[in-house]
């Protein structure tokens, strides 16, 4: 089940010219396992940039970044989305970062920076000479006709979680149209990731969304290997493995509880805390912190796991499998909880694929898609598992599922841990003009990070997708149709991250 | 199909009894300065990537309010002036108290409002670190249960006594949090849970001037860690209180 290799993928580079993009992705995209990765831009100097598509070959576990460099003066480019959907936010990120402009975008507006709480002419990423395009005055979807009315709620919410705006259009009670409004939280990481010495990045890396620590830390580790061209030892690998499956069990333990919640279960809602609390417990065990912060490094993990504490994980992971299996149908069969969970915001397996839905959500909407699959750097589950309902109820069932593949994969591997080092020594520098991606299917889906050097070796661009940067649309296009009251246990189903969405 | 009400009595009481116990072995605390003489050797300062340590002659300044807890200091300290804290009270109620010293000053421990030592309802503001968000509702759960310390939270500001603060506090953000506070009525306090909310940790001098709570907010509480552990945010609600 588990294989261990480096981390390399194949990387090839295409330099195409902006009007070209988009029919390159787009055949590119029509070989069987090809998916649409990320898009950003990228400064050449104080005036050039390019518009970087990144493309991941599923099949074969290879990566392909097509640039496009812009003419000296273009502050636009022929925009992807109308033949690429998934694209829409990324070229909306971009216009914000760099000023640049996606001619032909279907829905352009400003999506990280808003002009009443940032300087109109502040593009952070762009070149100091780089021309650029204004950002104009945010206009949210105007839905019209008899009886329409409007909900605004946010940025700041009612419970204990993140900020971000949503804006219902409504008829009475049913919500016609939804649209997301986020970036309250940029804080800039992107930039900042340039800025620090390459060692100490990691540090930053991994709070992109840091209630996914492990993944991001991951992401930052392989990207970096992949850069210098080197592989962890298999140990390493082994213990990173138990760190990622160990934040997916306690993620989605925490989720079936808050669903529990959601609909006013209080069983659920009161059973499933502890058992988070539990993993957490566990998570503590490997690395020294209940979020499993500042674990995973490039070269290999910061500390070992002696062999009293692995007997320890694995008895504490056997004990946590026997409590969720008793609980869990107490949730997923309860004849009241199904009829509040089945068919409400139901997201098609069309749209879940043209928008590119990763993770749980893309898998409860027919996607089949799981990085861990394509990364060498995740074990994969046994049997990938899909559903095609696409509603909350499927998203409940996955989180469920994976909740088994991954006691599976922690026992597994604890029971199998190779005996090497735990680190391998990191060069001095980064070799120069090199790009280097890290893929990691993280506990909410597909988590890239993106790495390119200049000519002197530094870090020029550090992009970061988040899973929750596809699954925002999916959320959005779930709900319509379906009652305001419905939209936390929606929202809840989905569980994404605005930190990680805004950086 | 198994009975609900049967697996919560199975279940018994999950509310733990022990109070603000230490952390266990296995868990890195945030360092602390021993009294122990430093040698002046600067690998701390060297690999810390938050610019939280201070070395000058044998002299060592640790501000927690800018530290992860990463571990990095302790791990390098060869003279064991830096070493790893395992409590869990690590709230103070000044920015002064979180600068740690091995030749430390007089210390004058500032008083809290003792109006609100029995019950505090409060807002929680998330601007950027969801991790310390998940430590805040843990602190809610049933086996840390802040509310059998009077703690609640509440949805509205104006229902709140506190305003909790966790992340950097961006340019994003800043104007719904002081919008936020506006909307409280007095008295109110604020709580800075986390090195993000204390100082802009990582973020700090970014241009997202993402540097922490503003400083014209009158911060009852301090909260140092990465995330901070739920033990520790709870013992800042309660200093904040008045209690400890």
Not at chain 1, 227 to 242: F, H, K, N, S, T
Not at chain 1, 422 to 449: F, K, M, N, S, Y
Request: neutral net charge; contains cysteine; glycine residues 10%.
């Amino acid at each position: 089940m588990t294989t261990l290799q480096p981390c390399a993928p194949a990387l090839s580079h295409i330099t195409v010219t902006p009007a070209d993009l988009a029919t390159q992705v787009t055949a590119l995209l029509l070989q069987p396992g090809w998916r649409f990765g990320h898009l950003t831009a990228r400064s050449l100097d104080a005036r050039h940039t390019a518009i970087d598509v990144l493309l991941l070959d599923t099949q074969r576990g290879a990566v392909t970044c097509l640039t496009a460099p812009l003419a000296d003066g273009q502050a636009e480019y022929p925009s992807l989305t109308a033949q690429l959907p998934a694209a829409h936010w990324a070229e909306r990120a971009v216009g914000d970062l760099f000023g640049l402009r996606a001619v032909g975008h279907p829905r352009w507006k400003s999506m990280l920076l808003h002009n009443d709480r940032w300087p109109v002419d502040l593009f952070p990423l762009a070149g100091a000479a780089q021309a650029t395009t204004p950002r104009e005055p945010y206009r949210f979807l105007q839905v019209s006709g008899s009886g329409i009315h409007e909900i605004p709620v946010g940025p700041i919410h009612a419970g204990i979680i993140e900020p971000g705006h949503f804006r219902f259009s409504c008829v009475g009670e049913i919500i016609t149209n939804l649209e997301i409004r986020l970036g309250y939280q940029h804080r800039g990481i992107e930039g900042r990731l340039t800025e620090v010495p390459w060692r100490q990045a990691r540090y930053l890396a991994e709070s992109a969304s840091s209630d996914t620590a492990a993944g991001n830390a991951l992401a930052h580790a392989l990207a970096v290997e992949h850069l210098l061209g080197i592989a962890p030892p298999p140990r390493a690998a082994a213990l990173r493995i138990l760190a990622l499956e160990l934040e997916r069990l306690a993620n989605h333990i925490g989720d079936i509880g808050a669903l529990s919640g959601d609909i006013g279960y209080s069983p659920g809602a009161s059973l499933f805390p502890p058992l988070r609390g539990a993993t957490l417990a566990l998570a503590q065990t490997l690395t020294g912190n209940r979020r499993q912060r500042w674990f995973v490094q490039p070269g290999g993990v910061a500390r070992d796991l002696d062999d009293a504490r692995r007997r320890a994980l694995l008895q504490g992971v056997q004990d946590l499998a026997r409590r969720v299996t008793d609980h869990l149908p107490l949730v997923l069969e309860h004849a009241g909880v199904l009829e509040r969970m089945d068919g409400v915001g139901r997201l098609s397996p069309t749209l879940a694929r043209d928008f590119s839905i990763v993770g749980p959500a893309g898998r409860a909407s027919g996607t089949g898609y799981d990085a861990r699959v394509f990364s060498p750097a995740g074990a994969p589950p046994a049997a990938a598992t899909r559903r095609i309902e696409g509603d909350v109820l499927a998203r409940a069932q996955m989180r469920a599922e994976e909740i088994a593949s991954s006691v599976a994969i922690l026992t597994q591997t604890l029971d199998t841990l190779p005996d090497s080092p735990i680190q391998v020594a990191l060069p001095a520098t980064l070799p120069p003009d090199a790009v280097g991606v890290g893929v990691v299917e993280a506990w909410r889906g597909e988590l890239l990070h993106w790495v390119t050097t200049n000519a002197d070796g530094a870090i020029a661009r550090y992009a970061i997708k988040d899973p929750s940067f596809n699954n925002w649309t999916g959320l959005a296009i779930a709900i319509r149709g379906n009652l305001v009251t419905d939209f936390p246990l929606c929202n809840k189903s989905f569980n994404l991250s605005y930190s990680g969405n805004d950086l | 199909m198994r009975n609900p009400f049967l697996a919560l009595v199975r279940a018994g009481t999950q509310t733990l009894t022990q109070s603000f116990p230490d952390l266990p072995t296995e868990a890195t605390g945030l360092p602390t300065v021993t009294a122990a003489s430093c040698r002046g050797c600067g690998a701390c300062v060297a690999g810390c990537p938050t610019q939280a340590i201070v070395v000058a002659g044998d002299e060592v300044t640790l501000d927690r309010g800018r530290c992860l807890g990463c571990g990095q200091c302790v791990r390098c300290c060869p003279t064991g002036t830096l070493a790893e804290e395992r409590a869990t009270r690590t709230a103070v109620r000044t920015r002064a108290e979180l600068l740690l010293s091995n030749h430390p000053g007089p210390r004058t421990p500032s008083a809290a409002l003792p109006l609100l030592r029995r019950s505090l309802h409060v807002r929680e503001v998330s601007t950027g670190d969801s991790a310390g968000d998940l430590e805040v509702i843990a602190s809610t759960n049933a086996q840390f249960d802040v509310a059998r310390f009077g703690v609640h939270f509440v949805a509205s500001p104006r229902h709140a006594d506190a305003l909790l603060v966790t992340g950097p506090v961006g340019r994003g953000m800043r104007e719904a949090l002081l919008r936020c506070y506006a909307a409280m009525a007095e008295p109110r306090l604020v709580i800075a849970v986390g090195t993000d909310a204390i100082s802009g940790g990582l973020f700090r001098g970014g241009y997202a001037e993402a540097n922490g709570v503003p400083t014209d907010l009158p911060i009852a509480a301090y909260v140092p860690g990465a995330p901070p552990h739920p033990w520790s945010i709870i013992h800042g609600l309660l200093l904040a209180m008045g209690r400890d």
